[in-house]
Structure formats: C-alpha cells, structure tokens
C-alpha cells in the first residue's frame, strides 16, 4: 500500500532560523513528488514538482530535494509570511494524475 | 498555470439535503478532480472527472452520495446529496497539466446541521 507521511506535525520558528520537513514515500512507483502551500481557508498552492532522485528545485526561500525515499522541503532565513502547513503528495505511475497527500507540516514563524 | 473559481465559495445546510459546487477553468483541461478536506485532515481524493465519460470514483466514495457531471472542457459540478454532519468539510477541484503540475481551486467550505 502506497504511504505518505510527513514530520514533523508542527514547526515553530523565529524568524531568520532555517529548518527542513520532511516527507518519506512508499510507492510501486513514483511519477512525482508534489510539494504544496496552503494558508487558512484556501486551496493549496503548487510549489515544486520533483520526478526522480537528485533532483532539486528552489524558489524564493524554499528549496525541495528527493531521494528515492524520501524529499525535503529546506525553508532558509524564514519570514513570518512563510507561515502556513506545508503539503506533499505523490502521483505514482499507475495513477495518472491522482495525488495522494501526506498529512502536512504546519510552519509558523514569528517575528 | 491555471485560474480556477469555485461556487459557492462557502454554505450551511441542513441535514438531508443536497448541495452542488461547481468548478470552473479558465482554459480547457483533460482531467478534473475532486478532494474532501475534512476539519484539519488533509486532501483526499473523492474522483477523477472525465469529459464524456463517467467519473471514476476512489474507495469510500460511491456515485450516488457524490453525482458529478463534466459536461466540456471547462466546468464540472459535484453534488453531496443527502447531507450528514460529517459531509461538513472543504471540497476542492483540481486540475492536471500532463503531471507535471496541478492546481486546485479555493475550496468550498460546506457545513452541515
């Protein structure tokens, strides 16, 4: 059975302060690794897709890297609009197009 | 990406009846699909909504309670129809570009009395 699971729960972070979460896969077989944004009451926001291990992506302070277990979601020199749970899902190969989502990170950074 | 809208954006209803939310694209799309969000769980897949076709639904979710209707390109409707409180969440569509990104909507929070 494919698993997503995703540590920690919940980050607390001063602002400046760079950390990691972490999401570990089990699948038959990956097509992509999904990383996701989703502040309170909206839909989540795509972030990055990573398709094979060694593969990394960045954008603004974020930077996603995977191995063939698992991918990280670096967060450096957070700010307090980083607040918000962050989300990964894996599409496998014999699921077009179908996400299945870990239970997500909830980041807040404070001033 | 994409521009989705979702409607109604939020709604209370009463136990026993039905409610449609409607999921519109600004550009056309092969595949839709819809999430339930139950009150701080994550996403979960309801079904996969084809264009001209029947929509594949996943375990735990039957056609009957979750009717969806993909009638172009562009739109798709789904409706919880004999609603429980535990149908209170948030519904979001979903739209794939070739796998390589996905993007939902701003979700339709549902509560039930």
């Known amino acids: 059975e494919d698993q997503v699971t995703q540590s920690p729960e919940a980050l607390r972070l001063q602002e400046g302060e760079s950390s990691s979460l972490n999401c570990s896969y089990t699948?038959?077989?990956?097509?992509?690794l999904f990383w996701y944004r989703q502040d309170p009451g909206k839909g989540p926001e795509f972030l990055f897709t990573?398709?094979?291990a060694g593969e990394e992506k960045e954008k603004e302070r974020l930077k996603a890297t995977l191995t063939k277990k698992e991918s990280f979601l670096h967060i450096t020199a957070p700010k307090p609009e980083d607040s918000a749970t962050y989300l990964c899902a894996v599409m496998t190969t014999d699921s077009w197009g179908k996400l299945q989502f870990g239970a997500g990170t909830q980041v807040v950074v404070t001033p | 990406s994409a521009v989705i809208s979702q409607k109604p954006s939020r709604d209370i209803c009463q136990r026993g009846t039905s409610l449609t939310i409607q999921c519109q694209v600004d550009s056309q799309v092969t595949m839709m699909f819809w999430y339930r969000q139950q009150p701080g769980q994550s996403l979960t897949l309801i079904a996969t909504a084809n264009q001209g076709s029947e929509a594949t639904y996943e375990s735990g979710f039957v056609i009957d309670k979750f009717p969806i209707s993909r009638p172009n390109l562009t739109f798709s409707t789904l409706t919880v129809s004999n609603m429980s409180p535990e149908d209170s969440s948030i519904y979001l569509c979903?739209?794939?570009?070739?796998?390589?990104?996905?993007?939902f909507g701003p979700g339709t929070r549902l509560t039930v009395l």
């Open positions: 699948v038959s077989g990956l097509r992509g």
């Open positions: 979903s739209v794939d570009r070739a796998s390589s990104e996905q993007f």
């Open positions: 990573l398709y094979s």
